[in-house]
């Protein structure tokens, strides 16, 4: 797929966590090519990419020649913690919470991708946390204005006058 296209997988240094999803895509895109060499899926996977991405990946140990492909990408999620398969952690969402701080009412693009990223990650918590915990956690996102005009919303729903 070109990597001009529309539908090509693009990785961004401001996305850290779409790194798996990035690597699965160009893995099918790979399979789907019948590109199997590990030297041209490294070549190939940089394409994808913006420039600053590409400067460190390029710095990895496993990109020399010896490395194989599962090496490289075993190597690039290791050097982003925020990036998890299928675990959440509370480290994850303390990094939603500092990527979206301090939301005010205006904030409504912003307030949507929080509210995106901080289901998807509470959900993979909702065995290990409680919902008290969570419901701090997303509220200390918002300005202490704001956060005030919620809670009595909020309030007033639960014990209308």
Known sequence: MPTNSRDAPKFRHSEPS???QFVQRMESLFDH????????????????????????????????????????????????????????SVANLDWICREHARLSRSDTGEIHSLFRKFKAEAK??????????????????????????????????????
């Open 18 to 20: 779409e790194v798996c």
């Open 33 to 88: 090519a019948g590109i199997t060499n590990d030297k041209e899926k490294k070549r190939g996977i940089l394409e994808y990419m913006d420039a600053q991405t590409e400067q460190k990946w390029l710095g990895f140990d496993s990109y020399d020649e010896e490395s194989s492909w599962e090496a490289f990408v075993k190597e690039i999620k290791e050097s982003y913690p925020e990036a998890v398969d299928d675990t959440g």
């Open 124 to 161: 993979k918590l909702a065995d290990v946390v409680g919902n008290g915990f969570l419901v701090n956690k997303l509220m200390g996102c918002f300005t202490s204005a704001f956060a005030d005009v919620i809670e009595e919303r909020l309030i007033f729903k639960i014990w209308p006058l």
